[in-house]
Nanobody, 117 residues
């Protein structure tokens, strides 16, 4: 399976910004879709955003506007720019590779994002 490594999380105040990164050295195809998910304490893992190989993006309604997903195919990197953060965004964030409509990676450690008041 594809191995992914998330990074960039941290503690931020309400209204702040963070940029998450997801590295997948040598294993991502330009035709793959890539997703971000998040899991808040005591809750299920929820889908956040998707970017296709073409660059087309989709977002969960809860993050549409403040979050921007992007990718660098040459570097096999996925990003999530998160602005206007609020406490409801506190969660562990995970990235995923979707190949032929199936998740191609095992879940990694994720990266913790904590938004404090």
């Amino acid at each position: 399976q594809v191995q992914l490594v998330e990074s960039g999380g941290g503690l931020v105040q309400i209204g702040g910004s963070l940029r998450l990164s997801c590295a997948a050295p040598g294993t991502i195809l330009s035709s793959d879709a890539m997703d971000w998910y998040r899991q808040a304490p005591g809750k299920q893992r929820d889908w956040v955003a998707r970017i296709l190989g073409s660059g087309t993006t989709n977002y969960a309604n809860s993050v549409k506007g403040p979050f921007t997903i992007s990718r660098d195919n040459a570097k096999n990197m996925l990003y999530l720019q998160m602005d206007s953060l609020n406490p409801e965004d506190t969660a562990v964030y995970y990235c995923a590779v979707i190949r032929n409509q199936v998740r191609a990676n095992s879940w990694g450690q994720g990266t913790q994002v904590t938004v404090s008041s």
